[in-house]
Structure formats: C-alpha cells, structure tokens
C-alpha cells in the first residue's frame, strides 16, 4: 500500500509522535520525506 | 539525609488583555490583515472580573480544587464562579494596572515610558499593595508627554502600551541593530520578570520568610534573555530575585521548555540533599508570546478570548521539616535520549520505572498531574483536550499492568486524574499548578502521594526530534500523622 | 497554514506524484481538522493560500487499514499502545471518508 511512496508525517507529541511513524512508514517500503512532530500548546 | 520538602507553592495570574495582540500568533494575524483581527480581537476580550469569576482561574489559585470543575457546566466562561476572590490560598490574580506598573518597576533600563495621565494611577496602585509599599515605586515618576510617546513610537521602533483601549505608554527597543534587544523582545521578558516577581512575593509571603530566607533561585521561565551574542544564554533569576528583595540568593536560570519546572526542582532537591544549599525557590514567569495563540479558535466561535492571563509559579525547597510533603528522589522518571520515540516507551520511563523502583502499583498513586493545559481553551483551537489524552495513556498504562480492564480506564481518568485548569503558558501547566492541591490534599489526608509529569517538546526548535519529559513523586511525609 | 506550505514546497520540488500524508494525533477531531488542512486548506481561516487544494492521500497511522500494511512488529513497537486509548475504527471511518472525498471531488 505505501511501498514506493514518499509520505510526509505530521505526528502527535501526545499521540503517535513522528519518528514513531517514520518508522513504521520505512518499514512498510515508503520514503521519509518530511517528519514533523506537533505539539499543539 | 531525607529526601527535601516542598514546604511552599504560590501561583498568579495577571491579567493582560492589552497584550494580546503581542501574543505570536495575534501579531503575526494583525501584520497580515491589520484593522480587521484587531478589531475581532478588541471585540472578544474579557473584564477584569469576568477573569476572576472565570472557574478554571478560581482553581488556578486555590479557591476551588480542580474536581469541582466536573460540577460546573461548560462552558465555563457562561458559569462564573459567585462569590470570586481575587485572592486565594496559593496566590492572586493582579489587574492589567497593577501588571503595567510592575514592568515599569522591573525596569532598571528606562525600557519603559508610562504617559503622565496614567502614570498617577499605576503609581496609587502599586503604593497601596501590600508588596510593593517599600519598593521604590517611585520609579514611575510623573510620566512623560503624549507626544514624545509618538514620536519614540513613529520614529524609534517602540511599541505602544495600551490598557482598556487608551494608549497608555510604551516599551522602547534598546539598541536599534540588535534583534534581542528590540521592543517586543524586552517586553517579554520585562513581562516574565514582573510576573516571576509578583509569584515569588506571593512565595516569600506564604512561605513566611523575608527574601534574605533564600539561598537559591532557579527561574524557568521561557522567555530568551541575552543580547545579540548571547540570544537566550542569559536569565532571569536573579532579576526576580533582586526585585523581591532575595539579598542572599544567588541563581540561575534552567529552561528545558515544558519541561523546564520539573527540571528546576529535581535540581532544586538534589542541591538541597547535597547540603549545597538549604532553600531554593523554583520561579516561573508568564509567556507574553502565549497571548491569544488560540483566538481565531475562540473567536470564530463567538467566544472570549480565553488566553488574556499570563501565568507565575513559585515553590520552595527545603530539607526535611517534618511537616511538608517529600520529594522522593528515588521515584524520580526520566525521559532518557535513548528512550525512543515510541510512546509507550517515552510513558514506561516516566511512569512505570520510577514506581517498580519503589513498589508501587500505577493504581497506588492517588492523583496524576499531567500538563494541565485547561481544555476549554485547546478544544475550541483545534488542538484536543491534552490532558484528558495524557491521563488516557497513564490508565493505558495500568491496562498493560493488568490492574484494570480496558473498559476501566474513563474511571482510571476521573479518580486518578483532573480536568485542565491552567492557562496555556507553556512551561507553567507542566504539572506543576497541581503542587498547592496537592500539599493541601496530603495535608487534609485525602491523598497519600501524587505523581507530577512533564513532557517538552524539544524538537521545536528545530535541533533534534527527540521530545523530553521528567517525572517526580510527592508524598506524606512519614514524620507528619496522618 | 504553515502545514500548508511546506506540504506545497515539497509538492512543487517532488511533484504530487506518490506523495501521502501520515498523521498521529489520538484524538479524532484534533486528526480529522489537521487532515483537512493539509488537504483542502483551512476550512475556517483566509490566508495566502486560502482555496489552494493540494489533494494528497491522507491516512492516519492507527487506521486499521494503515496498521494492516505495516510489518506487525514494528507496528506494535510504535504505534500499537495508541489503540488501547484511540478510537480506531472511528478514525478509519474519518479518514475513509477525507480520502474519498479528495476522489470524487
């Protein structure tokens, strides 16, 4: 479904934060484009 | 040794609507589209006694306890609190005027320029208030001419002063090629400094010592003091400290963002245990760049601008007294650089750790304060309820334990956690607003401990992407009956 | 809106070909306004980008269609404590629906 695909995450300090997605973005055979995290306070 | 006590706590409000449109998010708004948000912002900002009625306020400093906030409906802005001190058991909450005339007074730099109309009044203000008596208010002086105002303003890139719609002054920049020190970044910082200052008064009050008690002041504020060499390198402490008078202190400054609180008062305790130093107050002033982060949110909803207030804590540490609650220093969690960024390793290292450490259960810690960020000011900004998330993950916890079921965690929620209460200053919900209920708690024998958490976001500033967090665990002092 | 422009920074440098966008926040409707924003633009705000549509793929990593496609080890190592807290299903419903959305219109 991503292998192949360049994804661009925005993650959650208080939920999924970003390199926790980034990880399992890589592993399922996508490119890491941009990995942001957000803090929303 | 014992572990250190925290035998103090003191936090305030000032209130701030004239500084809303210098928050970062209404200014860079007001750049983009000028007379239209400023004036939706003039049109949704609050009374001072609207803000003293307003529940979460009351909560702030100490009038009600953070639960009763489950029995009062929301909106809470439409659910003012009757009656409403301005006083309360941890601190006040201080009018715009009184704020006005306290940065003139941290002001060592003729930075401010207060006008001769209003000049009188802040000066009656800040004459008639028990702290500021002894303390050269005189500073204010007779005030200057409207027109030099207008000419610094036009001319010499100061920005105006304004309180209930009337100009009432300015702040002047410092040296017109250095970016740290222009008019918006010294107004900043004279804003963490006045507000550091009136949560340490109200500190020395509570904690019945005269400033020459302390012998250590740690600020966490989270403003960014220094000059164009040294942007943020420099600090406030003992500037706070000089204005309330600490002649025995010396200080510095410890910023790790929201983290930055709990940081100050790990290193505030292990200086303590050490014998290093015997009292050291923890300072936190308000974040100016705070103001109105959230208000196309509140206003896009026909709400008050709820982000008007900035926000001062102060503790205090000391050794063992036998009396206050203890700092227990071999609970302390860590959030360390190889911690990863999954969260439920980031929340094993801040919560389960520290309690197998020393036996005790996630269910065995009868209240958690987590970042405290009141919800009815983030919701309505898009940005979620953060506690309520955080207290979710802490039951998720005690799921992957086995102490509750699945099914169990909204319960978890409601005994172990609190609704959000403090205004959303950055590094001062960092749980630590929850330190005064808690001392009051232990001290009533409703609670037996509580857990404090902070969680920074390190990667803001665009170094790392890590994030950070500290944890520490408050409990009855074995000395004191229950 | 800053969002915004980085995503249409890398739109224009990459092209908007096998571009997606993976978001984390637990919360439903914090996840669904930050997947409408970097999709349709922001829905309540004018800005400079004000109307510009960038059209990405948009998933959420606790989606059970997204978890499905990742290597279930990793998967439970980053992401897996979330589902005790968040409304999966819920969250697949939202973003089925954003992404379906971006097909039809």
């Keep these: ?41 | 040794m014992p572990d250190p006590v925290i035998a103090a706590f003191s936090c305030i409000l000032a209130h701030a609507p004239g500084f809303v449109r210098y928050g970062s998010k209404p200014s860079r708004e007001i750049a983009d589209r000028p007379a239209l948000v400023l004036s939706a912002i003039e049109g949704h900002l609050r009374g001072f006694e609207e803000v003293v009625a307003y529940p979460p306020n009351q909560v702030f400093i100490g009038n009600l306890k953070p639960d009763d906030l489950h029995g009062i409906g929301q909106p809470w802005y439409d659910h003012p609190v009757f009656p409403a001190p301005r006083r309360g058991p941890y601190g006040e909450i201080y009018p715009e005027e009184l704020l006005l005339g306290m940065i003139k007074l941290a002001d060592d730099f003729g930075l401010v320029e207060i006008e001769k109309d209003s000049a009188p009044v802040l000066q009656g203000l800040l004459e008639s208030h028990p702290f500021w008596r002894g303390a050269d208010p005189g500073r204010i002086g007779q005030g200057v001419d409207p027109g030099r105002v207008d000419g610094l303003i036009e001319h010499s890139g100061s920005l105006p002063l304004f309180h209930g719609g009337r100009r009432v002054g300015c702040v002047n920049r410092h040296h017109d090629r250095d970016d740290n020190l222009k008019a918006h970044v010294l107004m900043e910082n004279l804003l963490a400094k006045a507000s550091g200052a009136l949560a340490l008064k109200n500190l020395l009050r509570s904690a019945d010592i005269g400033g020459d008690g302390l012998d250590l002041l740690l600020n966490c504020s989270e403003e960014a003091v220094g000059d164009r060499y040294n942007r943020g390198g420099g600090g406030l402490a003992k500037a706070i400290g000089e204005m309330c008078g600490c002649v025995a202190s010396t200080g510095c400054d410890v910023k790790a963002f929201c983290t930055g609180p709990l940081y100050a008062l790990l290193f505030a305790s292990g200086l303590v245990k050490a014998g290093l130093y015997e009292r050291v107050a923890v300072v936190g002033g308000g974040s100016l760049a705070k103001l109105g982060m959230k208000f196309q949110g509140h206003v896009a909803r026909g709400m008050p601008i709820l982000e008007d207030v900035l926000g001062g804590i102060a503790f205090l540490v000391t050794g063992d007294d036998g009396q206050s609650p203890v700092v227990r220093l071999d609970a302390v969690g860590k959030h360390d650089i190889g911690s990863g960024s999954s969260q439920q390793n980031i929340l094993e290292s801040l919560v389960l750790k520290p309690l197998d450490r020393v036996g005790l259960k996630v269910t065995d810690i009868d209240k958690y304060a987590v970042e405290l960020q009141n919800p009815e000011v983030t919701v309505s900004g898009g940005s979620g309820n953060v506690p309520l998330a955080n207290y979710r993950m802490i039951g998720a916890l005690a799921v992957l334990r086995k102490e509750i079921a699945r099914q169990e965690i909204d319960r978890f929620v409601r005994e172990h956690g609190m609704p959000g209460f403090a205004p959303t200053q950055g590094h001062i919900p960092a749980a630590v607003p929850f330190l005064g209920h808690a001392m009051d708690g232990i001290r009533r024998g409703e609670l037996n401990n509580a857990m404090f958490i902070a969680r920074g976001s390190l990667f803001l500033g665009r170094m790392t992407q890590l994030s950070d967090g500290l944890s520490f665990l408050l409990e009855r002092n074995p000395g004191r009956r229950k | 809106m800053e969002k915004q422009s980085t995503i249409k920074k890398l739109v224009d440098d990459l092209g908007a070909q096998d571009l997606v966008v993976v978001i984390g926040a637990a919360d439903p409707e914090v996840a669904s306004v930050t997947a409408e924003t970097v999709t349709f633009g922001d829905p309540s705000f004018a800005g400079p980008l004000a109307g510009v549509s960038l059209r990405l793929p948009v998933y959420h990593i606790l989606e059970p269609e997204v978890k499905s496609a990742i290597p279930a080890e990793i998967y439970e190592e980053q992401a897996g404590f979330l589902e005790l807290v968040a409304d999966t299903e819920e969250i697949g419903r939202i973003f089925r629906e954003i992404r379906g959305r971006l097909e039809t219109a």
């Excluded at chain 1, 360049?6 to 890589?26: H, L, Q, T, W, Y």
């Design chain 1, 1 to 41: 479904m991503f292998k192949g695909k360049k994804a661009i995450i925005f993650g959650d300090r208080d939920g999924v934060p970003g390199p926790a997605i980034a990880a399992c973005m890589k592993a399922a055979g996508a490119e890491i484009v941009l990995t942001a995290t957000e803090c929303f306070v």
